[in-house]
């Protein structure tokens, strides 16, 4: 089985599976949220902050039921092939996460952090990073997406710095 990252392998071969997995939760009524094409330029930085905080929260929310399908559209294509797919893959019998408040938005990109909990959501044991991006392509409505996620610092840090305008 593929890891996200070597840094959680480790962290995980702590958490061993003790418990047996919770009843099924019912799938989730909440879908990222879509600002209006034509009303982009009117959203104020609030609202582009609430956004992002509600894609983090829905995020979360579906790793932890094992909602894989509401994983996958609240991810870009290219991170759900590889480590949203195998976060999400994880997440729920392995380890639990646990959002912090503490998203951040530039132009069309956003970071937001996720404590990993180990032994059913007892115990911190990693950190990662969700690097969103918006897409702004034209004719659609403009939606946050998870386009990354990573322990990297650096790459963490120089998201925001790297980030376009946004969509007009």
């Not at 330029?41 to 902050?49: C, G, K, L």
């Not at 911190?124 to 969103?132: A, G, M, N, Q, W």
């Not at 610092?153 to 946004?166: G, I, V």
Request: with cysteine.
């Amino acid at each position: 089985m593929r890891l996200l990252v070597p840094a959680i392998a480790l962290a995980l071969a702590a958490c061993g599976e003790k418990q047996p997995p919770p009843a099924p939760a019912a799938p989730l009524a909440i879908t990222p949220m879509p600002v209006a094409a034509s009303a982009a330029a009117s959203v104020s930085p609030a609202q582009e902050h609430d956004a992002v905080t509600l894609l983090v929260n829905v995020y979360e929310r579906s790793l932890n039921e094992g909602d894989a399908a509401t994983a996958e559209t609240s991810s870009t294509k290219e991170c759900w092939a590889k480590e949203c797919g195998s976060l999400s893959s994880q997440a729920k019998r392995k380890f639990k996460v646990k959002s912090k408040d503490d998203a951040e938005v530039r132009g069309t990109h956003a970071r937001a952090t996720m404590d990993v909990l180990c032994d059913g959501g007892a115990r911190p044991c990693d950190r990662v990073y969700l690097l969103v991006v918006k897409d702004c392509a034209p004719n659609a409505p403009q939606t946050w997406m998870v386009a990354d996620v990573t322990e990297d610092e650096k790459k963490r840090a120089a998201w925001l710095d790297s980030a376009p305008e946004p969509c007009r």
